[in-house]
C-alpha cells in the first residue's frame, strides 16, 4: 500500500466561504487585529480540499477514503482530514460564518461511522484501526446551536448512538470498584492494532527493538497506535517511567479528557433526542451521564490537589471483573488534561469546588507567559513541556469561562489574550499560523516528537477565531508582546 499521496485530495473552493462575512467579530475593533483576522479567516481557503474523481471511482487504489463532501485539513504534512482536529475547525468556521463547510466535515463523519463504527483518527486506510478523541456530538451541537438545523441532528444522532456503543464496547469499557464497594464504568483508548503505525513504520521498529519476545512488542505497538488514538502522541502522560519512551502503557490508563468527551456525548446525545422529540432516549442517556459524572469524581477526582488525575490499571489486559480502586493509582502529574472537566457545566454546579480547581489551576505551573502548557515534564515529546497546544487552551478557557465565576471570567480572558497574542507575534514573524507554541517564549513556534512542526493550522487558526469572537479586542489594545 503507497502512502505517498499527490492527486487524491483536491483543491477546493468553499461556496459558502466570503472574503469578509457579515457580522464577523463584531467585537474586534482594532483594525490591526481585525485585518490579521481575516487573513487567518482567508487560510479556510487554502485548507478546504475534496476527494478526487479518480478516488471516488476506485477506492481500493489509493489510502485516501473516498469521503461525500469536501474537508478541512489541519496543513502541512497533514493532508487528509483528522477527527478531533475538526472540532475547533468547526468552531472557527462558525465563526466565520461557513456553516456549509461546517456540515460538510461532520456529513463525511457520520459516513465513517456508517463504514465503520467509529469516526477514524484520519481519512486515510491505514488509520482504519482506531479512532480519535470522540467529538462528534460537540460538533453537532455547536452547529446546531448556530443554524438550529433539525435535520443535521436527525441524520447525526443514529451515528452517535453508533459511536456512544463503541466507545463502550468490551475492549474499552473498564469496571473500577470503589471504596463503597460501588461499580463504575469508564473508557480507555484501546487501538485495534498490534503491529508497527504504516505511517511511522520504521520509529516504531526502532523503537521496539529493545523488546526480546514477540508479544512484548505487540503489546507496545498497541500502546503506541493507541497513544496516537488518544491524540496526545505523544507524552509522558501514557509512560510509567517518564524518561522512557518504552514504558508507553496507553492501554492500561483511563484517561480523564476522553471520559470527559464521552460524558459530553452522553449529554449531547440526551439534547439532540430531545429536540428530536424522543424522551426515552433523552431520559437514558442523561443517566448514562449522571453515572459517567459520578465514576469521574469516584476514580479521577482528587480533593486535595483541586485536580481530576488519569487512574493507571494495574491490569492492563481487558479485564472481564472489575478492579479495585487505589488512590496511589491516580497519575498525580500535572498536565492540563487534569482540569479539562471544567469544559462540562455538569461540574460548575458547586462553586467551592471549582474555586478549588481553578486555585489549583493557577498555581499549577501550567500557566506561562504566552499560554497552557500541555505539562510540567520536558521531555522532547509534542505533548509536553513547554508546548502548548490550541485545542487546550480552548477547552480550559471556555471551561472558566461557563463556571459562571467572576475571577475564573478574567483568568480566561487574559489566557486568550496571551494566546491571541503568541499567535500573532508568530504569524508576523514567518507568515504562517503554527500546530502548536513554546508557551515560554511569545511568538515561537513549539518542537519535539517524531515530526518536524508544522504549519497551516486548522485547529490554531479555528480557535484563534473562537476567542476572537468571544472576548473581541478592543480599539485601544495593542497587541504583540
Ligand atoms: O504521523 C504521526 C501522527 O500524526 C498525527 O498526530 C498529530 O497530528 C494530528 C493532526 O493535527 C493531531 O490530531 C494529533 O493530535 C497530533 O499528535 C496523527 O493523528 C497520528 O495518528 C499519527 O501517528
Excluded at 200 to 210: R, V
Excluded at 329 to 353: G, R, T
Aim: glycine share 6%; aromatic share 12%; charged share 20%.
Amino acid at each position: 500500500m503507497a502512502l505517498a499521496t499527490g492527486d487524491d485530495l483536491l483543491h477546493y473552493d468553499p461556496e459558502d466561504f466570503a472574503p469578509e462575512p457579515e457580522g464577523f467579530l463584531p467585537k474586534v475593533k482594532n483594525p490591526e487585529v481585525r485585518a490579521w483576522a481575516l487573513e487567518v479567516h482567508a487560510l479556510w481557503k487554502n485548507l478546504s480540499r475534496k476527494v478526487s474523481d479518480g478516488v471516488l471511482e476506485q477506492p481500493e487504489l489509493h489510502t485516501l477514503l473516498p469521503l461525500p463532501e469536501a474537508v478541512v485539513v489541519p496543513g502541512s504534512r497533514f493532508i487528509e482530514v483528522y477527527y478531533w482536529d475538526s472540532y475547533w475547525v468547526i468552531r472557527g468556521l462558525l465563526a466565520s460564518k461557513m456553516y456549509e463547510t461546517a456540515k460538510a466535515i461532520v456529513t463525511n463523519f457520520i459516513f465513517l461511522v456508517d463504514t465503520y463504527g467509529y469516526v477514524l483518527n484520519g481519512s486515510r486506510a491505514y488509520y482504519t484501526n482506531r479512532s480519535q478523541p470522540p467529538l462528534l456530538s460537540a460538533m453537532v451541537y455547536e452547529i446546531y446551536n448556530r443554524t438550529c438545523d433539525v435535520e443535521l441532528v436527525r441524520k447525526a444522532l443514529p451515528a452517535l448512538l453508533k459511536e456512544h456503543a463503541f466507545w463502550n464496547s468490551e475492549i474499552h469499557k473498564v469496571t473500577i470498584q470503589d471504596a463503597q464497594g460501588c461499580n463504575h464504568n469508564l473508557s480507555r483508548y484501546y487501538a485495534m492494532w498490534n503491529k508497527p503505525r504504516p505511517e511511522s513504520s520504521t520509529k516504531d521498529k526502532e523503537s521496539a527493538s529493545k523488546f526480546l519476545s514477540n508479544s512484548e512488542k505487540q503489546q507496545f505497538y498497541r500502546d503506541i497506535a493507541s497513544a496516537a488514538e488518544s491524540g496526545w502522541d505523544f507524552s509522558t502522560r501514557w509512560m510509567r517511567n517518564t524518561s522512557e519512551f518504552t514504558t508507553l502503557s496507553t492501554t492500561s490508563i483511563l484517561p480523564v479528557d476522553l471520559n470527559v468527551y464521552i460524558l459530553k456525548m452522553e449529554l449531547d446525545i440526551a439534547f439532540m433526542a430531545n429536540v428530536l422529540g424522543n424522551k426515552a432516549t433523552m431520559e437514558s442517556f442523561l443517566e448514562a451521564a449522571e453515572a459517567r459524572k459520578k465514576a469521574i469524581n469516584s476514580v479521577f477526582w482528587n480533593g486535595e490537589m483541586g485536580q481530576w488525575f488519569d487512574y493507571r490499571l494495574a491490569n492492563g489486559t481487558i479485564c472481564k471483573e472489575s478492579e479495585t480502586w487505589q488512590a496511589c493509582n491516580q497519575n498525580q502529574n500535572v498536565y492540563a488534561s487534569n482540569f479539562i472537566p471544567l469544559w462540562i457545566d455538569l461540574f460548575h454546579s458547586d462553586a467551592a469546588l471549582v474555586e478549588n480547581v481553578m486555585g489549583s489551576f493557577q498555581s499549577s505551573g501550567l500557566v506561562n507567559v504566552a499560554g497552557i502548557a500541555t505539562s510540567l515534564i520536558n521531555s522532547g515529546q509534542q505533548w509536553d513541556f513547554p508546548n502548548g497546544w490550541a485545542p487546550l487552551q480552548h477547552m480550559i478557557v471556555e471551561g472558566l469561562l461557563r463556571s459562571g465565576l467572576k475571577e475564573a471570567r478574567s483568568l480566561a480572558e487574559d489566557i486568550a489574550v496571551r494566546w491571541i497574542n503568541t499567535n500573532y507575534v508568530g504569524y508576523k514573524k514567518t507568515g504562517a499560523m503554527h500546530e502548536k507554541y513554546d508557551v515560554q517564549k511569545c511568538g515561537e513556534s513549539g518542537g519535539g516528537g517524531e515530526y518536524i512542526p508544522q504549519t497551516g493550522f486548522g485547529w490554531s487558526n479555528g480557535v484563534l477565531l473562537a476567542f476572537l469572537e468571544e472576548f473581541g479586542w478592543p480599539e485601544d489594545r495593542s497587541i504583540g508582546c
